[in-house]
């Protein structure tokens, strides 16, 4: 059964900070990875995506992928008390392209 | 631009009663993707559609789970004879394509079993 394994948390960071999720990957054929960020009682919004080994940097956020080693990352530099959230990571991994999620990484940023 | 609309935003119906779930997708995406949510855990996949061909149902979890999208654009899912265990947050997705095109969700419509 194809997996995605995130550290559920909380984790928790002062402002100012880095915030750094991680998650790993069971299917070797997935290509493309995804971060979402969910806000309580809200939908999943997309932050970044990354389909090639190495770090992509959009803003405050950097993305990192290692496929040798089924590893994707996420850090958040100079965190913000709104950035609390669940950071949800997503493999694609079915026949169709759909999504394969982890459970989800809460992050709490302390003012 | 307007993104992926699901109606209703909440729904409580009891035991054995059939719900209608809509969901109405970005302009222009081919691939529609379903998604069952529970309290807690990340999304779950249901079924995907290609324009109005329905290309996986893989992850519907029994036979009372119903979806369609007709003409290619909007979608619904339809539950017969609601299950408690069916109360979950379903969540609709919408992309340009399959593969490596990043999903766009809905706000989604929380269910609610009595």
């Known amino acids: 059964q194809k997996e995605v394994e995130q550290n559920s948390g909380p984790l928790s960071v002062p402002e100012g900070a880095i915030a750094s999720l991680n998650c790993t990957y069971s299917?070797?054929?997935?290509?493309?990875f995804f971060w979402y960020r969910q806000y309580s009682g809200k939908s999943p919004e997309l932050i970044m995506s990354i389909y090639s080994n190495g770090d992509k940097e959009d803003g405050r956020f950097t993305a990192q992928l290692n496929k040798a080693s089924q590893y994707v990352s996420l850090l958040i530099r100079d965190s913000q008390p709104s950035d609390s959230a669940t950071y949800l990571c997503a493999a694609e991994g079915g026949s169709q392209g759909n999504l394969i999620f982890g459970k989800g990484t809460k992050l709490s940023v302390k003012p | 631009g307007a993104g992926v609309s699901q109606s209703p935003r909440y729904k409580v119906a009891k035991r054995g009663q059939d719900v209608a779930l809509r969901c109405d997708p970005i302009s222009g995406h081919v691939s529609l993707f379903w998604y069952q949510q529970a309290l807690g855990q990340g999304p779950e996949f249901l079924t995907y559609f290609q324009n109005e061909a329905q290309l996986d149902k893989s992850g519907l979890p029994s036979d009372r789970f119903f979806a369609e999208r007709p003409e290619g654009s909007v979608s619904t899912l339809k539950i017969q004879r609601t299950q408690q265990e069916d109360s979950a947050v379903y969540l609709c997705a919408s992309s340009l394509g399959a593969f490596g095109q990043p999903q766009h969700f809905g706000d989604g419509t929380r269910l609610s079993i009595l």
């Open positions: 299917d070797r054929g997935s290509q493309s």
